[in-house]
């Protein structure tokens, strides 16, 4: 996924060459949007800012908080591994728990809520049901 801040509000301060690229190439496309070429692509790019909505209002998204996070050089990660919690398929859980320091958290990213907090406080999925023994 690429993530483009598309804004069309007028003052904007991000003018990007590939946000306006895009913006044409929806434009021109919008009378026949699924034989334009760009229908191919736009599947890939998640449109990010601040544009009008059609009925008068501000529409607004943002990403950046899933920004990625670089570091140049050696970064001891040492005091963050027991906060780190792994996704992976629960079948694969012993292999990888095997790869990982001890006391990091693996969860399977397909269950739904409850699993994963019973799961992180350490309940077996027999305990995670309402109708557990007391």
């Excluded at 026949?32 to 008068?56: C, K, Y």
């Excluded at 269950?111 to 007391?134: D, K, N, S, V, Y």
Aim: charged share 30%.
């Amino acid at each position: 996924m690429w993530y483009v801040d598309l804004s069309r509000a007028p003052g904007e301060w991000r003018d990007w060459p590939v946000k306006e690229a895009l913006n044409e190439l929806v434009r021109e496309a919008s009378d026949d949007f699924a034989r334009h070429p760009i229908s191919r692509l736009a599947p890939f790019f998640e449109g990010m800012g601040s544009w009008p909505d059609g009925n008068g209002d501000i529409r607004f998204r943002e990403f950046s908080w899933e920004r990625e996070w670089r570091h140049v050089g050696d970064l001891d990660l040492t005091p963050w591994w027991g906060k780190v919690v792994w996704l992976c398929p629960e079948s694969d859980f012993d292999a990888f728990s095997a790869l990982v320091d001890e006391g990091s958290h693996c969860i399977d990213p397909s269950w739904g809520l409850e699993r994963i907090i019973g799961h992180l406080l350490g309940m077996g999925q027999a305990e995670m049901t309402p109708f557990a023994a007391r």
